[in-house]
């Protein structure tokens, strides 16, 4: 696909970030609403894991049940749902949404480096520098005192980083873990399945059970738009990757982190110090360096192969 065309799927990607960045206060207010974290992203992965079994069932692209499927399953469930989105409901009403939109910026950057240790991408001097203005506008946020609302926030933020860690880890594993041939929709089907499998032990252990449906339906809805918002954001997801390419569609990023802020203004008024505005600004610039590096690696590999 054309540069050119490639184009048209711009408000695709703007579109699918403001719904994947509702995700956030959504966590919000099933917080608010009294949920258990654990169980209340149990319940909602479990419902958008039968809806991708009732998409599976009808392209006939059921799970696989062999060894390396169930090990590709429970991997990336994990890194990508079980520890991960817990992890963001818990800190939703510690930190603002757009603080946590932020980090996602820093999602294919440390997929790069963790790729490039494991010889999965070669040195490129634009994941070097995209990297490290991602760090230095991190540090922005971090080290001076008015750089978050609240100095407890610290802590809280160093914590989250712990989320897009999982989620460079999953771009990987799902390079490296994917049997051959695997469709798109097995996996997703498959990996819903396996954080779902991993989080009802951890839901039981933490006391965190509660039956849904609930009694009140304030209490049913966060549940019912994540399980919404996740099931719209995987079908997409593999639909736009597979048309456009991922490196393309990394710049989904973006559109997360401005919906991320515009969320947490239109929701809870949240304004940010001019610090976070400065480590926005370095973020967006390393992940322009970043992607525009990865395209021309992308180009250079495709050509030989056109050329044969």
């Not at 399953?73 to 991960?84: E, F, K, N, S």
């Not at 100095?151 to 049997?179: D, G, K, Q, S, Y």
């Not at 304030?218 to 456009?244: E, G, K, M």
């Amino acid at each position: 696909m054309t540069d050119k065309n490639k184009f048209l799927f711009v408000p695709i990607l703007a579109i699918l970030g403001v719904i994947y960045s509702a995700l956030f206060p959504v966590n919000q207010m099933s917080i608010e609403n009294g949920l258990p974290f654990i169980g209340y992203v149990f319940w909602f992965n479990l419902l958008a894991t039968l809806a991708l079994f009732i998409v599976s069932v009808y392209k006939k692209e059921l799970p696989r049940l062999t060894w390396p499927h169930i090990r590709a399953y429970l991997l990336l469930g994990l890194v990508t749902v079980a520890i991960p989105v817990p992890l963001f409901t818990f800190l939703s009403d510690k930190l603002p949404i757009g603080i946590i939109t932020l980090l996602l910026v820093l999602v294919p950057l440390l997929t790069y480096v963790m790729s490039y240790f494991l010889r999965i991408e070669k040195f490129r001097l634009s994941g070097v520098i995209g990297l490290l203005l991602g760090l230095g506008g991190l540090l922005f946020v971090l080290i001076p005192k008015t750089g978050l609302p609240a100095p407890e926030m610290l802590v809280w933020t160093l914590v989250a980083l712990i989320a897009p860690l999982c989620f460079a880890l999953c771009n990987v594993f799902a390079t490296i873990l994917r049997p051959p041939g695997t469709p798109s929709l097995m996996m997703a089907a498959g990996m819903s399945a396996g954080a779902t499998v991993l989080l009802a032990p951890v839901m039981v252990a933490s006391g965190h059970v509660f039956v849904f449906p609930t009694a009140t339906l304030d209490s049913n809805l966060p549940i019912l738009y994540a399980a919404a918002i996740t099931v719209v954001d995987v079908v997409a997801w593999f639909a736009v990757v597979r048309i456009t390419g991922p490196v393309f569609f990394s710049q989904l990023n973006y559109f997360i982190v401005l919906s991320g802020f515009g969320w947490g203004y239109l929701l809870n008024d949240e304004h940010h110090s001019f610090y976070v505005w400065i480590a926005t600004a370095f973020a967006f610039a390393g992940l322009a360096i970043f992607t525009r590096g990865a395209k021309s690696h992308e180009a250079r590999a495709e050509a030989p192969a056109a050329a044969q």
